[in-house]
């Protein structure tokens, strides 16, 4: 039985732009109806995220895009990673007394160079339509005037408070006068909203040359932070394809890596050849199976993914259906493979915010940005009013694993964005928040939507699975469901072998997914937003 809110799926007849927050959706929309692009409308959604959830992203962050171009066709994939600074090397880390980089702090904040403004700066170059001062526009508005903290806002402050009262610059934020803003107190950043202005004004060298740029180095640098302007100055976005499958007749494309969307396409590959329709839906059979494809792709995933630049990746046979016939065999629906005895390969040749637009001209965008964990690095640099991420800490340490930490590097990345294709013509855009939940939540989607026919809004309301860690601190056993998932699949499960945990309903920790679908005959785009999150598809 579906469970859902009665919240029905919002449709829309010439665009739509579909966020965690009402607000950055609405902002969005608004770029849309001023005659701004899809791309446009995406950054001005991704800056008002910056400022509306400073829990889940920053400018000090890094993004990757999927834009669709109607009159070709092509999706283009946009790499907007940050690089690990010069000094980050492996020495380095072990003089400072260190065997893994620190999941907190000024270390792995300044590790990697934020990314995603460099991306902004390439994606408005290719597709652009309105001048960036009046994309940053509502966000600007909101980071000088204040906007009203929501109760999930108020309650990552204060189950953060800890970390975010260790800066001085990132507590006169988040902690105004000590306290933990109640829901619907105002909240400020009036550096952030010159910060935007500058980059808006002046381009690239807004953020990553001149006064911004040195602020945040002068900033790190105090705390015993890494980077330089060189490294500032060396920092650029990449333009590639992305990957792809075909699913039941879909076609799935993902963001390559060094993200870890090669794994939803894997876990799909693995899936494709049993009826899952058939299967009583979140029944043991379902959960299991998809479980039991989560582990063999993240097993390769650990092993094998990293920063292309640097390591010689076997994305080709990875994909391959011939591959997944082989690791498909190790699947037993009687019995869970613990994560500690998934087989190996063999031999191979070779916290965050979604936001997805599709403007008039069929156009579209599927946009993944973060900082990593809750409040990234805790530190707000300087006078910046920019909260740096701590994406440097999904670096290893281990000289010889292929996502060893290098100068000019980019980190395994858990942020992924996905687009699908169907007949042919662009059908749905989706992703989620979570780490290494992300790709198992897009697998969910995917499933619900060609598997069982659920529209995008019905998909995201059913009861969420996700197994082993969401953090990269965390054990990696654990299969944790909300506990509005049946106990006769709980208790099946445990049965086979899973180490269950059950969360209660609508766990914020389940992820915040959002997506849109459109109608290959009528183009009626049909937009959904996560319960689970303050957002809002809207269109018009």
């Given at each position: 039985m579906l469970e859902q809110t009665g919240r029905p799926v919002t449709m829309a007849p010439n665009a739509m732009v579909t966020s965690p927050h009402s607000l950055a959706s609405a902002a969005g929309v608004d770029v849309l109806r001023a005659g701004g692009s899809a791309v446009d409308a995406a950054m001005a959604t991704s800056a008002?995220?910056?400022?509306?959830?400073?829990?889940?992203?920053?400018?000090?962050?890094?993004?990757?895009?999927?834009?669709?171009?109607?009159?070709?066709?092509?999706?283009?994939y946009l790499n907007g990673g940050g690089r690990a600074v010069k000094a980050a090397t492996r020495d380095n880390m072990k003089d400072r007394g260190l065997d893994e980089i620190p999941f907190r702090g000024i270390v792995p904040a300044t590790i990697t160079v934020p990314g995603a403004l460099a991306s902004w700066v390439e994606a408005h170059a290719a597709y652009g339509k309105l001048p960036m001062t009046r994309i940053v526009e509502?966000?600007?508005?909101?980071?000088?005037?204040?906007f009203p903290a929501t109760k999930r806002v108020s309650d990552m402050i204060a189950q953060n408070k800890d970390l975010v009262s260790q800066v001085a610059e990132t507590a006169e934020i988040l902690l105004p006068g000590g306290d933990v803003p109640r829901p619907g107190d105002k909240i400020v950043n009036p550096n952030l909203a010159r910060t935007l202005e500058i980059f808006a004004e002046q381009g690239r060298d807004g953020f990553y040359a001149g006064e911004v740029a040195q602020e945040i180095v002068r900033a790190t640098q105090a705390l015993g932070g890494l980077v330089t302007m060189e490294d500032f100055a060396g920092q650029h976005a990449q333009w590639s394809d992305p990957i792809s499958t075909d699913y039941r007749g879909v076609t799935v494309f993902n963001t390559p890596p060094p993200t870890q969307g090669i794994t939803v396409l894997q876990m799909l590959n693995l899936l494709e050849r049993y009826d899952l329709s058939s299967m009583p839906f979140l029944g043991p059979d379902h959960v299991h199976l998809m479980v039991e494809a989560k582990q063999l792709a993240f097993h390769d995933r650990d092993l094998l993914i990293a920063d292309p630049d640097f390591a010689d990746i076997p994305v080709a046979r990875l994909l391959s259906k011939s591959y997944a016939e082989e690791r498909s065999a190790l699947i037993d629906m009687t019995s869970a493979i613990p994560w500690d005895q998934v087989p190996s390969y063999g031999s191979l040749d070779?916290?965050?915010?979604?936001?997805?637009?599709?403007?008039?001209e069929g156009n579209a965008v599927s946009l993944i940005q973060s900082l990593y964990s809750a409040f990234g690095s805790g530190v707000v640099a300087g006078n910046t009013g920019v909260m740096l991420q701590n994406r440097g800490s999904y670096f290893s340490l281990d000289p010889d694993h292929p996502n060893t930490l290098e100068p000019g590097k980019i980190p395994l990345h858990t942020l992924i964005a996905s687009m699908t294709k169907r007949d042919g013509k662009l059908w749905s855009l989706l992703g989620c928040q979570g780490a290494d939940g992300q790709p198992q939540v897009q697998l969910q989607l995917h499933v619900d939507m060609i598997d069982f026919g659920l529209d995008i809004q019905q998909a995201l309301e059913q009861p969420r699975f996700l197994s082993g860690r969401i953090g990269l601190t965390e054990p990696r056993d654990p299969l944790h469901v909300e506990g509005r998932i049946s106990e006769e699949t709980i208790s099946e499960l445990a049965a086979r072998g899973h180490k269950m945990n059950v969360w209660p309903a609508w766990q914020n920790r389940a992820g915040q997914a959002h997506g849109i679908v459109i109608d290959p005959e009528t183009g009626t785009l049909s937009g959904g937003s996560d319960p689970r999150s303050d957002g809002a598809a809207i269109g018009y």
């Open positions: 008002a995220l910056a400022v509306l959830y400073p829990h889940m992203t920053t400018i000090g962050g890094d993004a990757f895009w999927l834009i669709h171009d109607a009159k070709s066709g092509d999706i283009k509502s966000a600007v508005g909101y980071a000088r005037d204040g070779g916290d965050t915010v979604f936001m997805a637009v599709v403007d008039a």
